[in-house]
């Protein structure tokens, strides 16, 4: 099975994505699938490591899943750009969003744990087993779910750090925990010893703290978490290939323009997200009370999509009603 790639250059590209189909996993038949006999070992493989990952490592049940149903011959094409990929990502919101999302732009693009991941009880924790980019059939919806979180998570830290925030505001969203364990990379420095981490507070790992920021401010950990949490998401996920050659016909000299690129939608989506980072986009909290989930604002928007825009609407009618009975 070959890849298809999304091209990271912000302008609009014709891109080739498979078909996806949500699953209820008790019901797949992998025999009866028309993807080929190396595709089906895939597909089993992927199904039953991610089965054994989500029970040790999240204590849950492999129902929901996406999947792709066919090869190249049956890939549709779509008119792709990256800018504002992650609005679109971080407004999904019922399992029929996600599926009409996948349904457009394809698979995250991440691969099932291996043997390892699922064997260790530190590996398979949904920080590991859900960050490795690669060739994908089959996804479990949990993937995405967490992923969204996660998304949210970063925004509402950018906003924090961005608008320098006090440490209580921080401590909202992060908080540090001390760890016990072998932490050296070289054999040698592998001794047990006590190291601080940094966490969600909703009790997700996300990086060990390094040992001259252990007496830093909160608001500055934040920063520091918020610029490598994002690299962490992008590491694996986004390449550099050459675009054109600009020559110089006064010098006679050439130059080779960057093309950066991806074969996961995930890391688009993460790409996205540094650019508007780095543009220093504002962050805006979904006007829709039983939403709240962080937007990058567009013209006046109050709200993160036209969903949460009625709800609202639906919501003041009601307030309204009961106001004047």
């Avoid at 849950?60 to 049956?74: F, I, N, R, W």
């Avoid at 980019?133 to 949990?142: A, K, N, T, V």
């Avoid at 323009?257 to 220093?280: F, P």
Wanted: overall charge positive; proline content about 3%.
């Amino acid at each position: 099975m070959s890849k298809y790639t999304y091209p990271l250059t912000g302008q609009d590209s014709t891109v080739n994505v498979y078909p996806v189909q949500l699953v209820k996993v008790e019901q797949m038949n992998i025999e009866k699938e028309n993807i080929g006999p190396r595709s089906k070992s895939i597909l089993r493989n992927s199904l039953n490591n991610w089965s054994k990952a989500l029970n040790k490592g999240m204590g849950e049940k492999l129902s929901l899943a996406l999947k792709l149903v066919g090869l190249e011959e049956k890939s549709h094409q779509i008119v792709f750009n990256n800018d504002g990929l992650i609005n679109q990502f971080a407004k999904l919101r019922s399992i029929e969003d996600i599926e009409s999302f996948s349904k457009k732009y394809g698979l995250l693009g991440i691969e099932p744990p291996d043997n390892e991941q699922i064997k260790s009880s530190y590996y398979s924790h949904p920080s590991f087993i859900f960050n490795k980019y690669g060739s994908s059939l089959f996804e479990p919806i949990q993937l995405w779910h967490w992923h969204i979180n996660e998304i949210h998570q970063i925004l509402k830290l950018y906003d924090i750090v961005k608008k320098n925030s006090s440490d209580d505001s921080v401590s909202h969203l992060i908080e540090i925990k001390m760890h016990t364990g072998m932490f050296g990379s070289l054999a040698e420095d592998r001794s047990v010893t006590d190291r601080y981490f940094v966490h969600w507070t909703t009790g997700e790992p996300i990086l060990m703290l390094p040992e001259d920021l252990e007496e830093k401010p909160l608001l500055e950990i934040g920063q520091y978490t918020l610029s490598k949490v994002l690299a962490s998401h992008l590491y694996g996920g986004v390449h550099l290939g050459t675009g054109d050659i600009i020559r110089n016909s006064s010098t006679k000299g050439f130059k080779v323009l960057e093309r950066r690129y991806t074969n996961s939608l995930l890391a688009a989506i993460y790409y996205d997200l540094w650019q508007k980072i780095n543009n220093d986009m504002n962050i805006y909290i979904c006007g829709n009370k039983s939403c709240g989930s962080p937007f990058i604002k567009a013209g006046r928007k109050k709200f993160c999509s036209d969903a949460c825009k009625q709800e609202a609407y639906r919501d003041r009618l009601k307030r309204r009603k009961v106001r004047d009975e």
